[in-house]
């Protein structure tokens, strides 16, 4: 392999982790014009959406769901609740944990926030099926590095 290859082969526009980035900033910086006005940020964007699913729901729980520790959840936890948004309360049944309902306040925002989530894939100008692939494909390249032990440096590996 000649050095021009390899060069090409190790150039940063090449890699994966580089395109994946860019996507991930790309899509934060579309949110942004939408959601600044309803002050809310991203990663609070989709923790709203996924509240409408169903509360209350633990701080743990969304976490999980939302691939975000509890370092990352608990601050955004706490403005969406000053905003008013939200309310934590501690679950009567297990004082550990926390559970977070929606306000009014957070509920009268369900439409308008469901209307950026159109008005984004009007943005992505990819079909129904083109943006369902993308998203299986992200979910299928994600999950294996996700769930395999020892695979990412902080996992132990399984001895049978």
Not at 73 to 87: D, N, Q, Y
Not at 92 to 113: C, F, N, W, Y
Not at 119 to 129: G, P, S, W, Y
């Amino acid at each position: 392999m000649s050095n021009n290859e390899i060069t090409s082969r190790r150039a940063v526009g090449t890699q994966l982790s580089f395109a994946l980035y860019g996507a991930a900033n790309r899509m934060a910086r579309l949110h942004k014009p939408f959601l600044q006005p309803l002050g809310l940020t991203f990663p609070q964007y989709l923790v709203m959406l996924e509240l409408y699913g169903g509360t209350p729901r633990a701080v743990g729980e969304l976490g999980l769901k939302l691939d975000m520790d509890t370092g990352t959840i608990t601050p955004l936890l706490k403005r969406l609740e000053s905003a008013g948004m939200v309310t934590r309360t501690r679950d009567r049944h297990d004082e550990r944990r926390v559970l977070i309902h929606l306000t009014k306040a957070g509920e009268s925002l369900r439409e308008e926030l469901w209307a950026v989530t159109d008005k984004i894939k009007t943005a992505c100008q990819l079909t129904d099926e083109g943006l369902a692939d993308l998203r299986d494909t992200l979910h299928a390249f994600a999950r294996p590095a996700a769930i395999e032990p020892g695979v990412l440096p902080h996992q132990r590996k399984v001895i049978p």
